[in-house]
């Protein structure tokens, strides 16, 4: 993947490519940034040019055969870790070489794609996938060997806040003493998530959400998109060109979340002074936690977006608005004036509290039901 070919981020373009040509690359960095942004895309082409010798503009004015090789990501010196779990072939200790073909079939086909979409792929959309001790051992095997080129040796870990703590603290001794021009380059959407001790070998560079008029333009260049679709498209984003995707394609419905959440609410609702409608919520919460535990995770993110779309809402701050409803008798005007500043920083703390206990396997009936009640609070708050 050449330089051309990732979406904006000029900026980050600009330092990388002088970092290199001042020969001043960092032995670890964290690209941190969104979904959609760009930052795997960024990663793998950063390492392209720095394996291939591609100085230049165009980024392609090197080695022709190591570009080649970067046609299907399987240049022998650069290595990629990311998220597994067991599925119906790897039936225990999974490792990302496991996964190599889907992994490069995944990438090739859209190197903005999201974690879920990732489970989606290997089958284990009903898991959490880690990135696990036995993952640190093989990072470790590899990075023991010499260059098979007699140059860098550079190992991508996709989504490192999956690290689990054992692979942490096993990675760590590499971090701090890499072998001979050995590069990492780790990639999160959530700082916070990272082990400190991590963080603190790392350079990190933030990566922010691409602009309307790129999406725009890659979508009428790259998917035949017309022009009034494009800028709507891109307008509902807000910056993940994997949901531009996603929303050209009409793939976004694998599971019905505003209907979801739009039983939810109504239930919430009536359910104040109302014992029956307790009932209701008691039902949804079990509907939800019969589902994976990573779908229960997308749901509750949801959630925290449609509660902002509603807040923006009350607060007409329209240009910031992308809902569009497609449930015919749902009205996110009639819905915002119960989200205000006196209960969005409550609603947000208890669905990531729920996110947070759901990751670490609380019992989900029980965070469902327990959210379902305090939210019925909170949308009567005044």
């Known amino acids: 993947m050449l330089f051309k070919d990732v979406l904006g981020q000029d900026h980050i373009k600009n330092h990388l490519t002088r970092s290199v040509s001042l020969g001043r690359i960092p032995h670890a960095q964290l690209f941190v940034g969104p979904e959609g942004s760009g930052t795997l895309a960024m ?16 980024n392609n004015t090197g080695n022709s055969s190591c570009n080649l090789k970067f046609e299907n990501f399987a240049h022998p010196d650069l290595h990629f870790v990311f998220p597994v779990a067991t599925n119906d072939i790897v039936k225990s200790h999974p490792v990302s070489a496991n996964f190599l073909q889907e992994w490069r079939a995944f990438i090739k086909e859209n190197p903005y794609g999201s974690l ?46 999956k690290m689990n703590l054992a692979a942490s603290n096993k990675l760590l001794k590499l971090l701090e003493e890499p072998p001979n021009k050995t590069v990492f380059i780790l990639i999160t959407e959530s700082l916070d998530d990272i082990l400190q001790t991590i963080l603190s070998r790392c350079q990190v560079l933030d990566f922010i959400g691409l602009s309307e008029t790129v999406i725009a333009n890659e979508l009428m260049t790259t ?35 505003e209907t979801w959440f739009i039983d939810w609410v109504r239930s919430a609702f009536k359910a104040k002074g109302n014992a029956a409608a307790i009932q209701d919520l008691i039902v949804w919460s079990e509907m939800i936690a019969s589902l994976g535990r990573e779908v229960q995770k997308q749901f509750l993110h949801y959630c925290i977006y449609f509660f902002r779309q509603a807040l923006l809402t009350n607060y007409q701050a329209t240009e910031l608005v992308f809902f ?30 729920a996110i947070y206990h759901i990751e670490r396997n609380g019992n989900s009936k029980i965070i469902l039901t327990d959210l379902s009640i305090k ?8």
């Open 375 to 382: 939210l019925t609070r909170l949308i009567h708050k005044k």
């Open 223 to 257: 998917q035949n998109c017309e022009e009034k679709q494009a800028q709507k498209i891109a307008h509902q984003s807000e910056g993940n060109y994997n949901l531009a995707l996603h929303l050209l394609h009409n793939d976004t419905e694998d599971f019905p979340f």
């Open 116 to 161: 879920f979409d990732w489970y989606k792929t290997i089958g284990i959309q009903n898991k959490q996938g880690q990135i696990g001790v036995d993952e640190a051992s093989e990072i470790n095997k590899a990075l023991a060997l010499k260059s098979y080129e007699g140059g860098y040796k550079i190992m991508i870990i996709w989504m490192a806040d």
């Open 324 to 353: 569009e409803s497609k449930e015919n008798n749902f009205d996110l005007k009639k819905f915002a004036p119960f989200i205000d500043g006196n209960n969005i920083t409550l609603i947000f703390n208890e669905l990531e509290d």
């Open 43 to 58: 990663a793998i082409a950063y390492s392209q040019y720095i394996l291939c010798s591609n100085v230049g503009n165009e």
